[in-house]
């Protein structure tokens, strides 16, 4: 704390803020700071915090500057690693996400806690995948970071990982990593291997980082599937645990998402380990430490990837089963039968949409100048969200014309009856949507996506999901085809009342959410998998 600055007005605004009394918390610091006329690094980063609760990302961003130009050479590395987190994350949200990767960056380098190190550069890691032309490159920059900072803190620790495990078991053992067993959209595809696995050839293992349990958790526990929780334990305790339960295949959900505890892998508890489903892109471990990545014949044209350190281990139909535990409304039929005019639509996260697609979406409402666009977002109901978001398009060369044909939305209940309100979706990239895919063929609303043959994984999830339920034709692999779909559908509105009652039951009937014939696709993987590794322990002893 500056010399001569009271503690008392930070505490107070403290406890206001952990009561969640956000109001009482900013009029208490602003209070003191024209009390006094001076403003500490402490305040300015607990008001940094209120904003973000507030729901004012824009306020947010300018005190964090103004705190991080103010305090640059401040002695309070870890207050200062906390303000470039949080300008990261703010800035992502707003869809500025080449900035938020370099925000992350700094975080990276003056976080002084090794494990709040790995958190830091699996954010910035996740950021790049909305930044368009992020190269391979670039990621794996990122990687190699990673992977020292997992060293450093390994070292730091004096732990090292485990032997070759020598077990066999007679019913292969399979373990779960995950923060995300709730209310959680990786949730919809992870029933059938939590519940739905060969019980005579397999036993399975899950542990556990949720913190918030609900009714999907309790739906997601199998009476014979062994549950640790381990939200509260260490790295290593887990990985302790994983050696202790002698799993044969330990597989990461969560890869850089938010409260991964991708860093037990480096412990090499199992024998062998992979991720997938719960995150899109590689690891970025070393192939010692992650044996493979899950992925399909769709996203993944070949095993190897400049995009990625680890193999992709190819399903020849989906990686994912949709398994919802959302009750649909009925279809509703499409708007442009009653309104006279087409809705384009984007119910995806808002980080997701670059200037390239908004430039892209913007030429194809030029090409059906009666059509609408319908946005949908948490951002979108925010006041400083929906202005900046506004501002944002007239910058990129909106007109008020255009803009007048925009209706942005912030997050509701009813948001699936609101697909009644959309004729087209329109998918972003290079970061597509995951289960607003699923969610909007459910509700018979067409799914345009782009990706290009040489995207990288993740990009191409979209023309996965349209593949497998025999809709390719509705992926694109330029974004001159990708406006010339959304455009030619839009001129038909017959089709778009055809496909508004088939797009169901295609989906219903097609592999993506057939849990047999997923589940006999990945256990054949599995037992492959453990197989190989054997054969290589063998040789190595």
Known sequence: ME????????????????????????????AAWQATGAKTIYGMLLMA??????????????????????????????LL???????????????????AVDALVQSVAIEPDSVQKLVECSNAIFAANSVEGFSADAFQKLYARYRDLLAAMMAASGAQPYPRPTWHH???????????LRDHAIAQFVRPLLTGYDHEAFDVYIYSLTEREDAVTAALQDPAAVWHRVADRSFADIAAQVRADEIDVLFDLSGHSAHTALPVFAWRAANVQISGIGYFNSTGLADGLCDGFLSDVHCAPEERSPFFTERLLRLPETHFCYAPFTRFPPVAPPPCRTKGYVTFGCFNNFSKVTDGMLALWKAILAAVPD??????????????????????LRRLGWTEAELARVELRGLSRDYLAQYGDMDIALDTAPYPGGLTTCEAL?????????APEDARHGARFGRSFLENIGMGELAADTPGRYAALAIGLASDHDLLAT???????????????????YMQNVEALFQRLVHDADEKNKARS
């Open 170 to 180: 007679a019913k292969l053992r399979i373990g779960y990593l995950s923060a995300d």
């Open 499 to 517: 496909l508004r009652e088939i797009l169901r039951p295609k989906l219903l009937a097609s592999p993506l959410m057939d849990e047999t014939r």
């Open 3 to 30: 010399q001569g600055i009271s503690l008392q007005p930070y505490q107070e605004a403290y406890a206001l803020w952990r009561q969640r009394d956000l109001a009482g918390a900013r009029e208490r610091l602003r």
């Open 49 to 78: 915090y209120i904003l973000r609760d507030e729901k004012q990302p824009v306020s947010e961003i300018a005190q964090l500057q103004e705190l991080l130009e103010t305090f640059a050479a401040a002695p309070e590395q870890k």
């Open 371 to 392: 059509a609408h666009l319908l946005l949908k977002h948490s951002l979108l109901g925010m006041d400083e969200g929906r202005a900046y978001t506004m501002e944002r």
């Open 442 to 450: 459910m509700m018979g609303v067409p799914v345009v996506s782009l």
């Open 81 to 99: 690693a906390d303000a470039w987190s949080l300008l990261g994350a703010a800035r992502r949200m707003l869809g500025e996400n080449r900035a």
